[in-house]
């Protein structure tokens, strides 16, 4: 079973609108990291926030953490065509990296 | 710095046939694993290695051995392919087994079986 689902499935955006993608998950974790995949490649480390950080920045993402209620949410401010994507989160602290389904991100110019 | 590199990128099997996908990474990591991905089911790991010297099962072994040839290299070998292993394939790797660095990820193989 997957640790982390993130929602929604797909997203459709206009180029310069903002993007938000969730994620949940099951057991308590060290760390969650965002990962993006563009077609057909590996997948790229985004940004990592810790279980005692509430949100974290990278440019024009923002990442929060919720441990409450076991979810993350990704915003991509100001979206371009180029980020145009799969996104997934991953879980650390359970000694595996384990992943989500992912968000495919569409962004249309 | 070329990170994580797998060979190969593409390959076709027929059903019965064996090969070995080779995963290498220049980065020192003490962790590695492999994964499959298919549409609609995310990431799902294979074997994964913690460190030099150990492998275990993740959660679709099945049809799969590795090897841990050094700290280096991360083989995968399909001993009797099957149209079920038709997948693309992803190596990475971290630093620490605890997984509290990021992973850097190899660009896959896509392998089709017929």
């Known amino acids: 079973s997957q640790q982390g689902e993130e929602d929604p499935q797909a997203l459709s955006i206009q180029e310069g609108e903002n993007a938000t993608m969730n994620c949940s998950y099951k057991?308590?974790?060290?760390?969650l990291q965002w990962y993006r995949q563009n077609s057909g490649r590996g997948l790229v480390h985004l940004i990592l926030?810790?279980?005692?950080?509430r949100e974290k920045h990278s440019g024009r993402l923002r990442v929060t953490l919720d441990t409450s209620k076991k979810s993350s949410s990704l915003l991509i401010t100001a979206s371009r065509a180029a980020d145009t994507a799969s996104y997934f989160c991953a879980t650390g602290g359970s000694y595996i990296p384990t992943f989500g389904r992912g968000t495919s991100l569409i962004v249309h110019p | 710095n070329a990170g994580v590199t797998q060979t190969p990128k593409f390959q076709v099997l027929k059903t019965g046939q064996s090969m070995t996908l080779q995963c290498a990474q220049d980065?020192?990591?003490?962790?590695m694993y492999w994964y499959r991905q298919d549409p609609g089911m995310g990431l799902r790991l294979i074997y994964y290695s913690a460190s030099e010297g150990t492998t275990d099962k993740g959660e679709v072994p099945n049809g799969y051995n590795v090897s841990r040839l050094n700290k280096r290299e991360f083989s995968l070998r399909l001993e009797s392919a099957a149209p079920s292993q038709t997948s693309v394939y992803f190596c990475?790797?971290?630093?620490?087994?605890?997984?509290?660095?990021?992973?850097?990820f190899g660009q896959g193989t896509r392998l089709t079986v017929v």
């Open positions: 057991t308590s974790i060290n760390n």
């Open positions: 990475a790797s971290t630093r620490t087994w605890e997984m509290n660095t990021e992973a850097f």
């Open positions: 926030i810790r279980s005692n950080e």
């Open positions: 980065m020192n990591h003490n962790s």
